[in-house]
């Protein structure tokens, strides 16, 4: 009986907002710089992550108008020249976002880093390529969103 | 009254499982138990403003399964310097750090109309919750060494197959599947350290292993371990350096302290950094510990520990046990290891039985070839200076920060960078104390109600004891619907500045602890001291009327 009591008493929970976002939208940004001001063409940091592996570059996405991704969602990001259209990199995979209730990402749904890969790069061959990168995330329902960005790769 | 529940988390009451392929990965056809994967990170920055320093990796390595199945092999950014640690290192700073859960109990025996009274150590101002705001196929070896009981190589590939092949033709116990996940370290040219146990070594021999190299930032390559990891693998990360050191890639998540079991003595401690990580998305961490690393002073290495001439000047391997035993030096498996093959304990006598009374099963007469000078020399080099290059480190680091989180083969899609930031307050206590207030009660005994006060402001209503036992419910259970969710604060840190709080619950925490159980009818239960005050008043009543009759 208690717990029907306590169930009682419970408050209302308030809907996360970020299932209230109507429109579906994705924004996408170099780590560390905000949402809104990266400029296409600007430099997009590259670099060898500090324990090894393929030249990455971190970003940062926040969506909105998706629903449950803070139970699973799938992100599939790539890169390809904008000159020659050679595929520089890819990466795919899953994780979950949090719906941020709090100052300037509130009702979006926001994440760690995401890192593309530049598999199969050399650091040097990469500097000064305009890179266009192309980042999706789709919801459990598979329902997506997808945003790109395009910048000139720059050694960290 | 006071009463002290004293709880360590659940970090070192582990039992001493092995866990293994710490960014690394093993032969997953033989599953690996890992209990925690521990890494110590020192940063000694060039001081030149490069962001460039000297890295110091020290990776605990436990291991179950057969000795030839044991594999080994992390990515590193430059060819590095090997050498083998001390467990010691990692048990002391694990217990020098560790979060612990305090509930202490107080008992308010006078009770007025006005409500009731308040500790002097009370954690809130006001009643109510205030918030508070060499070339070969492909193959280069580098180097080829033996440290301590591994045989290592540190090597290069251009073909991440041939890498694999190659590793496995060694002798190097790892499975087929890591070939993907290989391959874009391949790709960049990076360097491989593979160590597998010596002809001579077995798995008790294993020992911590360090490596030394230049590089910028603190990484654990997790994306290998995914290979062949448990569920939720706990990560315990301790970074050494100029100041606090954060996630910078990961999120970074403060807990919610009504999701400790604070009546259960905090052992839930580690399952609510786990459910506070995954509702950041899996990948976060949470900070046990920040702040001076000259608590650590001292604690692996000091002179005084020992003497080692006397030692050398033994002649009784007994003496020389004891002079060890009753010494400073922490206790560590490599110390076990080394004691027991210099004088080994007759068969059927455990170690731990034997070193803890060598005469009780032996006679000194027994070890005729014991010599104090070589065993000094062997206990120097296999425990001593391990214990002093370590305390070095130490003593070299101004701060140090202990990092906890758990992590799923699926989230592990990333590897964790660790950045200094000396913007952010510098200090997080890994002590915890929360005050269980028992409102009223000479009469009342379990009967009474009580309050949970937590460290944060949060005041929470709990029945009595008397109550719960009824209902057959713990406080935890009671709590259920404040425990969530676990991480109060979800946040994205950086090098620089405060960082960005995606995710804050304080306020409605705050609130949902207000409305707990008010006006829920909770407490069905009359307190006694409804009771007995009628009946007091009765009494009373009765006496003046006999004493005016």
Known sequence: ?156 | MYRLVLAASALVLLPARAWACGGMFCDNVNPVDQAAERIVFGFEPDGDGSGMGTITTEVQIAFTGESDNFAWVVPVSSVPELFTSNDALFTVLANATLPIHTLVFEEFRTCDAGGYGRPANAMSDSAGSVYDGSTSGGVSVLASQTVGPYDTVILQANDSSVLVEWLQTEGYGIPDNIEPAVRPYVAAEQYFVALKLSSSADTGDLAPLGMRYRGTTASIPIQLTAVATIPDLPLEVFVLGPSRAVPDNYLHVRLNDASIDWYGGGLNYRDVVRLAADEAGGQAFATDYSGPASIMDGRLWSVGMIDLGDLRGLESPFDWIQTINFSGLPASSQLVSLIVSLVPPPAGVSDSDFLSCPECYASASDYPDFDAEVATDALEAAVIDPLRDAQEMLDGSVHLTRLFTTMDAEEMTADPLFVFNEDLDQDVNPQHIAINEVHCGVFEGDHAERVLALEDGRRISLPSEAWLEEKELTEFEYMEELRTPAALVIEDLGAEGEGEILFDYREQAFADAKAFGAGCGCSTTPRLSQVAAPAILLLAGLAIRRRRV
Do not use: I, K
Request: aromatic content about 8%; hydrophobic content about 45%.
């Open chain 1, 1 to 156: 009986m208690w717990w029907a009591l306590a169930l009682a008493c419970a408050p209302d929970p308030e809907p996360p907002p970020c299932e209230d976002l109507a429109a579906p939208e994705l924004q996408l940004t170099p780590a560390g710089v905000e949402f809104g001001a990266f400029v296409d063409g600007g430099p997009l940091l590259y670099g060898t992550p500090p324990q090894g592996g393929a030249p990455y570059s971190p970003f940062n996405a926040r969506a909105a108008g998706l629903v449950d991704l803070d139970e699973g969602a799938h992100v599939e990001m790539w890169a390809v020249d904008a000159q020659d259209g050679a595929e520089l990199g890819s990466a795919g995979y899953d994780l979950r976002f949090v719906c941020a209730n709090v100052g300037e990402a509130a009702g979006w749904w926001v994440g760690s880093e995401l890192h593309l890969r530049f598999d199969g790069w050399e650091l040097d061959e990469l500097e000064g390529r305009v890179a266009e990168v192309v980042v999706e995330v789709a919801d459990p329902g598979g329902a997506t969103v997808s945003a790109r960005l395009s910048g000139l790769l720059t050694p960290m």
